[in-house]
């Protein structure tokens, strides 16, 4: 889906939350009717670890890191931003694999504490995730 249909598509009140924002563009962007269980898993993944990064990311560090495969297929790691550009990019460039990924503090929130849906994401399974990441960079 395009980034930019996205925002044409949000429907919010004139005062809204914020958080209900974040759950109209997660919502648009993974439909329950087309969204599978390894869409969830990847979003999970690949958001998860970018909240529990310590440093700020480029795409390409994102993806050298996770080395994510789904169906024996690697994910497409640079697709997956740019769908997501909405809540993972600040600015209008274009998304690359240099492109540093900055979350606003708003969005961990939600991710982390607001967010009661299938988007929530549970930071000590993501921790434990990453250390898991580190652990397979340093044996290969």
Known sequence: MNPHGI????KLPDKA???VLYQQIL????NEADT???DLETFHQMVGAILVA???LSVGQIDD???LHHSGSRVDVLN???LLRT???SGMESVSETTIIRVHTSFFEFATVNSMTRFRINLEIENAEMALCFQYDIDR
């Open 54 to 56: 310590r440093e700020l």
């Open 17 to 19: 939350d914020i958080n």
């Open 80 to 82: 997956f931003v740019k």
């Open 65 to 67: 890191l996770l080395d």
């Open 87 to 89: 809540v993972l990019v």
């Open 36 to 38: 599978t269980e390894q």
């Open 7 to 10: 925002i044409d598509q949000l």
């Open 27 to 30: 919502e648009l962007t993974y």
